[in-house]
């Protein structure tokens, strides 16, 4: 069974910066893209971030373009999201995901909610205004 934790969750003020941390634990048969979703009170999940196994493929949402990273670890089954210019829109659960596929298409595709493989439990992310 494979496991997501994710960590670095917390209250922000406006303007501030966040890292967020998801580690991948449990037997993967294949190589796997990484990403963020998130889902704030009242709205549906959204997808935030991806990135391919290699690290050398990204994909953001329009919104959080220039504002968002996403890298991967030295250990390939670790990404973070740093989190820059935090707006009072971006309070939500923050989600890590997992897709088996080595190709930059599988990272791509997980804009799609329904082709992630695994989700994490989530980490609040609060930011005031």
């Known amino acids: 069974q494979v496991h997501l934790v994710e960590s670095g969750g917390g209250l922000a003020q406006a303007g501030a910066s966040l890292r967020l941390s998801c580690a991948l634990s449990g037997r993967t048969f294949s190589d796997h893209a990484m990403g963020w979703f998130r889902q704030a009170p009242g709205k549906e999940r959204e997808f935030v971030a991806s990135i391919s196994w290699s690290g050398g493929n990204t994909y953001y949402a329009n919104f959080v373009m220039g504002r968002f990273t996403i890298s991967r670890g030295n250990v390939k089954n670790t990404v973070y999201l740093q989190m820059n210019s935090l707006k009072a829109e971006d309070t939500a659960i923050y989600y890590c995901?997992?897709?088996?596929?080595?190709?930059?298409?599988?990272?791509?595709?997980?804009?799609?909610?329904?082709?992630?493989?695994?989700w994490g439990p989530g980490t609040q992310v609060t930011v005031s205004s």
């Open positions: 995901v997992a897709r088996e596929g080595g190709s930059p298409t599988t990272a791509q595709i997980m804009g799609d909610p329904t082709t992630v493989d695994y």
